[in-house]
T-cell receptor, first 110, second 113 residues
Framework: QKEVEQNSGPLSVPEGAIASLNCTYS??????FFWYRQYSGKSPELIMS????GDKEDGRFTAQLNKASQYVSLLIRDSQPSDSATYLC??????????FGRGTSLIVHP | DAGITQSPRHKVTETGTPVTLRCHQT?????MYWYRQDPGHGLRLIHY???????DKGEVSDGYSVSRSKTEDFLLTLESATSSQTSVYFC????????????FGAGSRLTVL
């Protein structure tokens, strides 16, 4: 059974701080990793993808991948109230069937 | 915009009635998926399709069937709805340059009384 584990939260951070979201995965064959953001009542939207060990930066977002530890993280710098949402981690292999975690709720308070 | 629409967006029905949800895409993507999302369970795959008339089961397929007679349409049918099928249903298509990159529809909220 392929599993992706996330702390459900909520994770509460003050505006302007760094939010750190984490996820672990069980399938060592996973090759691609994703972070989706889901606002309340809306559908998930892709914000980051990462395929190689190390860091990948896109604006205020940094995804980090450590395949040896089977660990993926998302850092959000200068967090804004508009970043308040649920963040879903997903892992995929060659099957075109990604496995999603249950999501971490992030609250950024002014 | 990936051009994916779901219908209906909201539906209330009674136990035992059949329900069909429709997912329509405009960009000729091969892979399409149906997920349900429930509090505490995250996104769970119901069925997916890898081409016209090519479908397979996901982790929570019991009580659901699907059909894909055209590339652009992927239908999810609940033959006899139960209260446990009250959920938000998301259709997704595989887009982007890499495998497993999904774009989701807006969702269909189904309530079974």
């Amino acid at each position: 059974q392929k599993e992706v584990e996330q702390n459900s939260g909520p994770l509460s951070v003050p505006e302007g701080a760094i939010a750190s979201l984490n996820c672990t995965y069980s399938d060592r064959g996973s090759q691609s990793f994703f972070w989706y953001r889901q606002y309340s009542g809306k559908s998930p939207e892709l914000i980051m993808s990462i395929y190689s060990n190390g860091d990948k930066e896109d604006g205020r977002f940094t995804a980090q991948l450590n395949k040896a530890s089977q660990y993926v993280s998302l850092l959000i710098r200068d967090s804004q109230p508009s970043d308040s949402a649920t963040y879903l981690c997903a892992a995929g292999g060659g099957s075109y069937i990604p496995t999603f975690g249950r999501g971490t709720s992030l609250i950024v308070h002014p | 915009d990936a051009g994916i629409t779901q219908s209906p967006r909201h539906k209330v029905t009674e136990t035992g009635t059949p329900v069909t949800l429709r997912c329509h895409q405009t960009e000729n993507h091969r892979y399409m998926y149906w997920y349900r999302q429930d509090p505490g369970h995250g996104l769970r795959l119901i069925h997916y399709s890898y081409g016209v008339k090519d479908t397979d089961k996901g982790e929570v397929s019991d009580g659901y069937s699907v059909s894909r007679s055209k590339t652009e349409d992927f239908l999810l049918t609940l033959e006899s709805a139960t209260s446990s099928q009250t959920s938000v249903y998301f259709c997704a298509i595989q887009t982007g340059s890499g495998a497993n990159v999904l774009t989701f529809g807006a969702g269909s909220r189904l309530t079974v009384l």
